[in-house]
């Protein structure tokens, strides 16, 4: 296609140019209902999955219809989804923090209305477009991130494991009938962007293998001290090797101390590790960010390694839906899966969920690890 200019002067490039003027501000795009009752909202009612109810101080009411998006999402899909909000909704809309999509209108028969046009949208084949879902004791969408499609870390793939996993989990995402919300999140390294660190079921991208090094390019892609610097167990240091006859500034990674973390190539080109045999997924259980009863929780390692078997990772889908199981059978009314399995004790969490306890699950990472094993003799057999 033939260049065409937006006007920018690369001979000129700080002529005109615009700078620091944030995000447009939120109440430029309020529903008008919104506007009008903001900071007088009274209660509200979930009244059925996907569609709540919020009623003002005015008497005024608002319906919110909920559907699940890619979040990763074409020019044509947003098109798709500003026709939606043309159509029924005076063109309003909103994104929630975990990238479903929120259409307003105001009576419960527009709702309902609403919800049954959008799954009635399917893709081609087959899949619905905006499912409605994602409220109350349920699984709502996976907050994930950029994985195979546009990172250079990454140890799996984010778009497709949330795909298999929502497939697998989807019942849950239209229905409300688990004790409590499960919060579901994924990231594609241990850089954990998103919120896999404090979620109910995490999804983790973890390599097997300690980095490969290009001596001859590293001194001159990177700056070594970083590199040094960079990693958390202290297993490299800088070295000098000579190849041809040519010595080269480089480092050493000394294998038996090296985790795999991956942060030395973050900091450093020269220093690759993926590997499509050593790369896979971790499941962790367990976080929460509310307050709610118990106070906001880390999630813990409870598979330390399933294949990426692509497309589908079949492996990591089971193990999730195991752990589903076992919770909405075990766990009381409220009780988050954290929760839950802190109640009845971890053991018992790996024999009901029918897992493997394996040595790569015992924190073995400086004094903190100490506190994470048994300090008395309470446990069950
Ligand atoms: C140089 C470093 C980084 C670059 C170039 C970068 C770039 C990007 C890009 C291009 C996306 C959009 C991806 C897509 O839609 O496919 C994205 C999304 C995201 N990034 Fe980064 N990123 C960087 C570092 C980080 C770090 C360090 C974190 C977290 C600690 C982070 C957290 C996220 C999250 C959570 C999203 C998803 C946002 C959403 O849900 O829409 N990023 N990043
Ligand atoms: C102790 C530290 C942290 C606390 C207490 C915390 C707390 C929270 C809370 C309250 C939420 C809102 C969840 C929701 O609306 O459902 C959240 C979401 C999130 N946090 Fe954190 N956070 C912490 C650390 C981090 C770090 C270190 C990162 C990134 C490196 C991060 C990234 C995110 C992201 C991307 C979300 C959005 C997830 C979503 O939409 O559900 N958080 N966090
Ligand atoms: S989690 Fe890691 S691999 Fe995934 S987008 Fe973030 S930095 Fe990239
Ligand atoms: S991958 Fe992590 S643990 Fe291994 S050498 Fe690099 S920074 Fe250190």
Redesign the pocket.
Known sequence: MAFISSGYNPEKPMENRITDIGPQHFTEFLQPVIKKNFGKWLYHEIIEPGVLLHVAESGDEVYTVRAGTARLMSVTMIREICDVADKFCDGYLRF????NVEFMVETKEEALNLKKYLNEQKFEQGSYKLPVGGTGAGVSNI?HTQGWVHCHTPATDASGTVKATMDAVFDHFTDMKLPAPV?I?MACCL?????V???DIAILGVHRKPPMIDHQYLDNLCEIPLAVASCPTGAIRPSKVEIEGTQYKTVAIKEERCMFCGNCYTMCPSLPLSDSQGDGVAIMVGGK??NRITK?A?SKVVVPFLPNNTPRWPEMTEVIEKILTAYSEGANKYERLGDWANRIGWERFFEVCDLEFSEHLIDDFRDPAYYTWRQTTQFKW
């Open positions: 929630t923090t975990r990238n907050v919060r999140a850089n954990m962007c998103g919120a660190h404090c979620s960010i509310s906001p880390f």
